[in-house]
C-alpha cells in the first residue's frame, strides 16, 4: 500500500498539516525540531495504530487542544 496525503491536526508539534506524497521518493528537510520525527510517527500511528515512541496517546496531543487528528489516503497499487 502507498500513502497518497495525511491530514494532521494537533499532533504533537504539528499544529496543521495537509501533504501530498510522490509514489517514488519524499524527502523531508528542515532544521532541528521543526517536525519531521513527529511526520514520520504520525504516519507510523496512522499505519499501526500505535505511536512508535510512547503508549500513552494522550501525549501525542499538542499541549492545550483538546484532540488530535490523522487522516490518510493510501493506494493499493
Do not use: H, P, W
Not at 495504530?49 to 494522550?58: E, P
Amino acid at each position: 500500500m502507498i500513502l497518497k496525503e495525511i491530514n494532521i491536526l494537533n499532533y504533537k508539534n504539528i499544529r496543521e498539516a495537509n501533504l501530498s506524497f510522490s509514489e517514488n521518493i519524499n524527502c523531508f528537510v528542515g532544521l532541528n525540531g521543526q517536525g519531521k520525527t513527529n511526520l514520520l510517527d504520525a504516519i507510523y500511528l496512522l499505519s499501526f495504530t500505535k505511536s512508535a515512541f510512547t503508549q500513552q496517546d494522550s501525549a501525542c496531543i499538542t499541549n492545550g487542544e483538546q484532540l488530535a487528528m490523522i487522516k490518510g489516503t493510501y493506494s493499493n497499487q
